[in-house]
């Protein structure tokens, strides 16, 4: 028994470590978006989820005991987030931020402030403890569904720009650490959703490294032959030129020259003309 809790004690601050990690993970995207000024295609959704997770589960460690660690690192998780939403609401444009407002009033304000309003005045002992229990399970669960919600773009556009691979990344790790911490301390509400955890988050690596290696399609320069001044060329690639009988061709030959002659007098009536126009002045000049 003492070993387990060993263990479970190392898994926890394992579990510390790589949840402290998870919670900086989307610094990159955040700088970015201070860069830019704009939150461009990035969802607010993950991290109101994360925030309300973290709520909870201090909620839960302090119904029970033996768990400070939960209340360590959700407590960091809890501060962290709330920077993150509130660098979001600064910079999202009108559409966004009233959605993410919603969406906390929705379960920051409303859905936390009636958990705790029913657990404390109708739920008494270790009911409590295990009806909040099994709401953190399930939002645990949300917390790593809710980088899923960036799948459909990722389809959509073929693009894994907006897609935060790296809280991807960390949030599996942290899956595997938090579950053996609550299967040593037979805490189910604590390993069950971390078994889900590694499994949508093998399942966005995996669709990160498919559209990752697609790229946009690179047009190749043609180099085309020069052209000089009596040469026109048509270029069609949808229809091809039709074969000229014999006929057609020389009928062409003899347009040509017509037009080729018809060029040759214009030219010479003009140098005619120019030389004409040089021997007026002298004219003049001899008659006064």
Known sequence: MAISG???FAFGVLG???????????????????KKKSTEGYQSIPYVIALFSSMLWIYY?????????????????????????????YYAPKKARVHTVKMLLLTVVGGFGAIILVTQFLLKGAARGQVVGWICLVFSLCVFVAPLCIVRQVIKTKSVEYMPILLSVFL??????????????????????????????????????????KEKPIV???NLPELQNDQVIILDD????????EEQIIDIVKLSKLVCSGKIQLASTLNQNAAAAEKLPNLQTVEA
């Open 16 to 34: 510390n470590i790589v949840s402290f990690i998870v919670f900086l993970s989307p610094l990159p995207t955040f700088y970015k978006i201070y």
């Open 238 to 245: 949808n229809k091809k030129i039709p074969e000229l009988t």
């Open 6 to 8: 060993h263990w479970a």
């Open 61 to 89: 460690a302090i119904l029970k005991t033996n768990t400070t660690l939960l209340i360590t690192i959700n407590s960091f998780g809890m501060f962290i987030e709330t920077i993150y939403v509130g660098v979001y609401l």
């Open 172 to 213: 599996t790790l942290s899956a595997v650490m938090w579950f053996f911490y609550g299967l040593l301390l037979k805490d189910i509400n604590i390993a069950a959703p971390n078994i889900l955890g590694f499994i949508f988050g093998i399942l966005q690596m995996v669709l990160y490294a498919m559209y990752r290696k």
């Open 220 to 222: 190749k320069e043609q």
